[in-house]
């Protein structure tokens, strides 16, 4: 089951959060169709959220066809996203690479830049 991580310095609302979290367990495999997200209330009681917020985001991913709502029995992954799961030799070597760049002095935020400059010079002609 996913748990949800609420940064609320990062400026990015809530519910999106979520919602971007949700997403990250799809394309990783952490989620598969069938899968039962956890209650509003499970979230609210571990991250202090109101659970509107919670909701809304049910409601995005539903609206994107990735989750069904089930009256009486929960919220349910309808379908994954992506092809790279948690356990990817590519992830191994992507570990491998952040454990460097931190050995070599570089915080979170200068691996993030690195990382995406890298990320949009390969993947630039994708997003148009």
């Known amino acids: 089951m996913v748990e949800y991580r609420i940064d609320r310095r990062s400026g990015v609302a809530t519910y999106v959060q979520i919602v971007q ?3 990250q367990a799809l ?11 956890p209650t509003a209330r499970e979230v609210v009681e571990a991250t202090a ?3 509107n ?15 069904e709502a089930r009256r009486g029995l929960g919220t349910f992954v309808r379908k994954s ?6 356990d990817s030799p590519l992830r191994a070597e992507l570990d491998a690479w952040a454990a460097r760049a931190r050995a070599a ?8 830049a690195l990382f995406t400059a ?11």
């Open 21 to 23: 979290q949700t997403k």
């Open 27 to 37: 394309r990783l495999g952490l989620l598969e169709p069938g899968d039962k997200l």
């Open 49 to 51: 959220i109101n659970p």
């Open 53 to 67: 917020t919670v909701l809304k985001a049910y409601r995005e991913l539903e609206r994107e066809g990735l989750v």
């Open 81 to 86: 996203l992506g092809a790279a799961p948690a």
């Open 105 to 112: 002095g570089l915080d979170h935020d200068d691996v993030a």
């Open 118 to 128: 890298v990320l949009e010079e390969h993947f630039k002609g994708d997003q148009e």
